[in-house]
Protein backbone atom coordinates (compact mmCIF):
# COMPACT_ATOMS: atom_id res chain seq x y z
CA UNK A 1 0.00 0.00 0.00
CA UNK A 2 1.18 2.83 -1.22
CA UNK A 3 2.16 6.34 1.44
CA UNK A 4 -0.19 9.12 0.17
CA UNK A 5 0.75 11.65 -1.59
CA UNK A 6 1.97 15.23 1.00
CA UNK A 7 -0.56 18.12 0.59
CA UNK A 8 0.67 21.67 0.49
CA UNK A 9 -1.01 24.94 0.47
CA UNK A 10 -2.29 26.57 -2.26
CA UNK A 11 -3.61 30.41 -3.03
CA UNK A 12 -5.57 31.34 -5.71
CA UNK A 13 -7.21 34.22 -7.24
CA UNK A 14 -10.55 33.32 -9.09
CA UNK A 15 -12.36 36.04 -11.44
CA UNK A 16 -16.18 36.42 -12.14
CA UNK A 17 -17.81 38.28 -14.91
CA UNK A 18 -20.83 39.58 -13.85
CA UNK A 19 -23.01 40.14 -16.76
CA UNK A 20 -26.61 41.95 -17.35
CA UNK A 21 -28.68 41.15 -19.93
CA UNK A 22 -29.00 43.59 -23.28
CA UNK A 23 -26.19 45.38 -21.66
CA UNK A 24 -22.88 42.95 -21.04
CA UNK A 25 -20.25 43.24 -18.00
CA UNK A 26 -21.53 45.22 -15.41
CA UNK A 27 -18.34 44.41 -12.98
CA UNK A 28 -15.83 42.10 -12.48
CA UNK A 29 -15.94 39.85 -8.60
CA UNK A 30 -12.79 38.03 -7.19
CA UNK A 31 -12.49 36.08 -4.39
CA UNK A 32 -8.97 34.81 -2.88
CA UNK A 33 -8.94 30.65 -2.13
CA UNK A 34 -6.49 29.06 0.20
CA UNK A 35 -6.54 25.57 -0.03
CA UNK A 36 -4.53 22.22 0.34
CA UNK A 37 -3.66 20.16 -2.82
CA UNK A 38 -1.73 17.22 -3.54
CA UNK A 39 -0.15 18.72 -6.34
CA UNK A 40 0.29 21.98 -8.94
CA UNK A 41 -2.30 20.27 -11.42
CA UNK A 42 -4.75 18.88 -8.86
CA UNK A 43 -4.88 22.25 -7.68
CA UNK A 44 -5.77 23.87 -11.01
CA UNK A 45 -8.12 21.19 -11.06
CA UNK A 46 -10.03 22.43 -7.40
CA UNK A 47 -9.87 25.96 -8.56
CA UNK A 48 -11.73 25.12 -11.86
CA UNK A 49 -13.79 23.15 -10.13
CA UNK A 50 -14.69 25.93 -7.12
CA UNK A 51 -15.14 28.74 -9.85
CA UNK A 52 -17.74 26.94 -11.70
CA UNK A 53 -19.59 26.24 -8.68
CA UNK A 54 -19.89 30.09 -7.73
CA UNK A 55 -21.38 30.83 -11.16
CA UNK A 56 -25.08 32.28 -11.09
CA UNK A 57 -28.26 33.42 -12.65
CA UNK A 58 -30.49 35.98 -11.15
CA UNK A 59 -33.76 35.72 -13.30
CA UNK A 60 -36.45 38.22 -12.53
CA UNK A 61 -39.80 36.89 -11.29
CA UNK A 62 -43.44 37.31 -13.27
CA UNK A 63 -43.78 40.03 -11.28
CA UNK A 64 -40.46 41.95 -12.23
CA UNK A 65 -40.15 41.29 -15.35
CA UNK A 66 -38.93 44.59 -16.72
CA UNK A 67 -35.74 43.90 -14.50
CA UNK A 68 -32.81 42.12 -16.63
CA UNK A 69 -31.34 38.33 -15.97
CA UNK A 70 -28.02 38.37 -13.89
CA UNK A 71 -25.17 36.13 -14.90
CA UNK A 72 -22.18 35.62 -12.83
CA UNK A 73 -19.61 33.64 -14.68
CA UNK A 74 -16.80 32.11 -14.18
CA UNK A 75 -13.81 34.29 -16.42
CA UNK A 76 -10.52 32.89 -15.14
CA UNK A 77 -7.59 31.85 -12.44
CA UNK A 78 -6.34 35.17 -12.09
CA UNK A 79 -3.08 33.23 -10.47
CA UNK A 80 -2.40 29.85 -8.91
CA UNK A 81 0.58 30.14 -6.37
CA UNK A 82 2.05 27.18 -4.06
CA UNK A 83 2.73 27.92 -0.56
CA UNK A 84 4.17 25.16 0.78
CA UNK A 85 3.18 22.82 3.56
CA UNK A 86 3.31 22.74 7.06
CA UNK A 87 2.09 27.04 6.81
CA UNK A 88 0.18 27.92 9.91
CA UNK A 89 -0.69 31.42 8.32
CA UNK A 90 -1.55 33.39 5.06
CA UNK A 91 -1.20 37.18 4.38
CA UNK A 92 -3.61 38.11 1.57
CA UNK A 93 -3.39 41.48 0.14
CA UNK A 94 -6.72 43.11 -0.09
CA UNK A 95 -5.26 47.02 -1.14
CA UNK A 96 -4.87 50.31 0.17
CA UNK A 97 -7.99 52.63 0.77
CA UNK A 98 -8.15 56.67 1.22
CA UNK A 99 -8.66 58.07 4.51
CA UNK A 100 -11.66 59.71 5.48
CA UNK A 101 -11.05 60.70 8.57
CA UNK A 102 -7.95 62.88 10.29
CA UNK A 103 -6.30 61.34 12.63
CA UNK A 104 -3.14 63.42 14.07
CA UNK A 105 0.34 61.76 12.76
CA UNK A 106 0.90 61.09 16.91
CA UNK A 107 -2.26 59.07 18.06
CA UNK A 108 -1.63 56.04 19.59
CA UNK A 109 -4.15 52.87 17.66
CA UNK A 110 -4.84 50.13 20.17
CA UNK A 111 -5.78 47.28 18.25
CA UNK A 112 -6.24 44.79 21.26
CA UNK A 113 -8.92 47.35 22.91
CA UNK A 114 -11.64 45.79 20.15
CA UNK A 115 -12.60 42.64 19.67
CA UNK A 116 -13.38 42.17 16.00
CA UNK A 117 -16.90 41.10 14.86
CA UNK A 118 -17.85 37.79 13.64
CA UNK A 119 -18.23 37.36 9.73
CA UNK A 120 -21.78 35.53 9.61
Known amino acids: ?45 EVLRIGAAEEYSLVPTKQDKRAPTIDCR ?15 AFEVYVGDTAATERIPFDHDFNPAGRVPLEII
Open 1 to 45: MSEPKPRQWFQARLRWAVLEEGRGLDHWREAEHIFLSEDRDTAFQ
Open 74 to 88: FAEVVYLEERGMGRT
